[in-house]
């Protein structure tokens, strides 16, 4: 596996929130849920993406954007234009009042606006979990990527539009493969780029990127600092230094939240018990993955996993 594989290998969308959007202006939409990731094209017109991501940013017809989770932002006809919806967490759509739109504003499967053909229309998907979307991929996208019409494969995401109004036999997975492969397509052409090449990311790093190698397709081995520089051929010092310039932390310290990410893959996706799930992702004992657990996160494996599956009643219609 070489370093882009390595990266583009992590996104796996399951069940994930895809909306098509129809809009008249004026419209403005603020957007305060906060998905591990979102990818936003434009299908026809244009949008202006402006918030807590810098300078007001003009997309066209063709362009996409993904926007890492965090900041809030609004995608609007114009910068000027007041936000007349307000996406909250969970994908809770409401008035500056208040009140539920989402059935209000629905226009049939998987689609929602204002207007039945207006002049812009607009494609949303969402990651809603890291693990969904990989922690290596999200660690080295920044905040905001718009890659314009020409500098990617855009009849890609004329292929996800068509697909996203069917109702087929197995429907979401068709749609969640296609999120995945858009994804991809676009980090693809931005790492190709000319400010990428020279940037020198951790994943095509000889010495950072093997070491993510090892971690993330032998997360159950007993690693050390030593046991990895000594497999990678370098000292343990060199290691350390070279990973923390890179990834921004200690490799031990991303060792533990790539095995914590995956536990809370396997917690939400699987029936496995505990203890099973702990001697996976490279924990001696249930009751160790459960203390490592509840000291990153916050919550138990057991609050996780009911968590995962419990879903959200006020999302924006798909149908």
């Not at 936003?40 to 991501?53: E, I, K, N, Y």
């Not at 951790?202 to 600092?225: F, K, N, Q, Y």
Request: proline share 6%.
């Amino acid at each position: 596996m070489d370093g882009l594989e390595h990266l583009l290998s992590g996104p796996r969308a399951r069940q994930a929130f895809l909306l098509r959007m129809v809009m008249e202006p004026p419209w403005s939409i603020r957007v305060e849920d906060d998905p591990a990731l979102s990818l936003f094209a434009v299908l026809r017109g244009s949008a202006w993406v402006t918030g807590d991501l810098g300078e007001p940013v003009e997309m066209a017809a063709g362009d996409v954007a993904l926007l890492r989770g965090g900041p809030v932002y609004t995608v609007a006809d114009h910068p000027r234009t007041a936000p007349q919806v307000r996406v909250e967490k969970g994908n809770r759509c409401v008035d500056p009042d208040g009140h539920l739109m989402a059935q209000r504003m629905a226009l049939g499967v998987r689609t929602w606006g204002n207007c039945h053909d207006g002049s812009t229309v607009m494609l949303l998907g969402t990651w809603e979990a890291e693990t969904e979307a990989g922690r290596p991929l999200l660690a080295a996208l920044p905040d905001l990527l718009v890659r314009r019409r020409g500098e990617w494969d855009a009849t890609l995401v004329d292929l996800l539009a068509t697909e996203a109004t069917r109702e087929e036999p197995g429907q979401e997975v068709v749609l969640d493969r296609l999120l995945d492969l858009v994804l991809v397509s676009v980090v693809r052409s931005w790492l190709a780029s000319e400010e990428q090449v020279t940037r020198g990311l951790a994943h095509s790093d000889p010495v950072v990127g093997e070491a993510l190698r090892l971690m993330h397709h032998r997360p159950e081995h007993g690693w050390t600092i030593a046991s990895l520089a000594r497999e990678i051929g370098v000292s343990r010092a060199a290691l350390a230094r070279r990973f923390g310039e890179l990834v921004g932390e200690p490799p031990m310290t991303y060792l533990t939240h790539w095995r914590l990410s995956l536990a809370a893959d396997l917690l939400a996706a699987t029936d496995d018990a505990i203890e099973q799930v702990a001697h996976q992702v490279g924990y001696g004992s249930g009751f160790a993955l459960s203390a490592a657990f509840k000291r990153v996160r916050g919550i138990s494996p057991q609050q996780h996993r009911r968590a995962a599956r419990a879903g959200s009643p006020d999302r924006l219609p798909v149908a």
